[in-house]
């Protein structure tokens, strides 16, 4: 683990130069502005957002949170307490879960949300599509990792409820549809469990 916070402290000097680092008893800070040069297509940014980076000691199991300081980004992706929508939980998860750096947290999330925002800004549109708020959204991050697009909401949920062990499988499924779930969802629900029963839990907690 040492290695993730040193390999991210000399990213960040290297790159962010600019950027301050607070060494914090469970994380690491970085505040200041992050300078962005990104492409996509015919579509480019040049940006410096104001912005602080918590990065959990315990990265990638627990998930860096970036926040807008200055307040410049007018988007319906941010949170109330002023931190970056990035994404789903389970799409951040899938995105980090090798990294060994905060760099692959830049690179996947921040950098594709900047050039997203500046498009929507510009057009109207996203530019990467765009997962829905809440309780839909964790359910079409569900279908796009299990690549089950027909995977119904209740059917979606049901599988949560098993594979984060919040109820015992009879209770948490009805009876109807307890041997279907056996015998078609058997598979989805140990590709859920690789996310652990935490991060889990609390996407129920969400729904």
């Known amino acids: 683990m040492e290695n993730v916070i040193e390999n991210s402290i000399n990213y960040i000097k290297t790159k962010f130069p600019e950027v301050s680092i607070a060494l914090k008893p469970s994380s690491v800070e970085f505040e200041g502005r992050f300078i962005i040069d990104a492409r996509r297509n015919n ?3 040049h940006e410096a957002p104001l912005l602080k980076i918590v990065m959990s000691n315990n990265y990638p199991t627990i998930q860096p949170v970036c926040y807008d300081i200055d307040n410049c980004v007018t988007y319906d992706h941010v949170n109330k307490d002023g931190a970056l929508c990035l994404s789903t939980e389970i799409d951040i998860a899938l995105k980090l879960k090798d990294s060994k750096c905060i760099s692959d947290f830049i690179a996947e999330l921040i950098i594709p949300y900047f ?14 599509g765009d997962y829905s708020h809440g309780w839909k959204g964790i359910f079409e ?4 990792y299990l690549k089950t697009p027909s995977l119904s909401d209740m059917d ?4 949560l409820i098993w594979a984060s062990k919040t109820k015992k499988f009879k209770k948490g ?11 078609n969802y058997l598979p989805l629900m140990k590709e859920l469990r690789l ?7 609390r996407q129920i907690k969400i729904i």
Do not use: H, M, N, V
Not at 156 to 159: E, G, S, V
Not at 195 to 201: K, S
């Open 43 to 45: 579509f480019e940014i």
């Open 115 to 128: 050039l997203s925002y500046k498009y929507w800004k510009a057009t109207g549109r996203d530019l990467f």
């Open 141 to 144: 991050s569900i279908r796009t």
């Open 156 to 159: 979606c949920y049901y599988l």
């Open 173 to 183: 499924i009805p009876r109807e549809k307890q041997e279907y779930f056996k015998k």
């Open 195 to 201: 996310f652990g029963i935490p991060l889990l839990r």
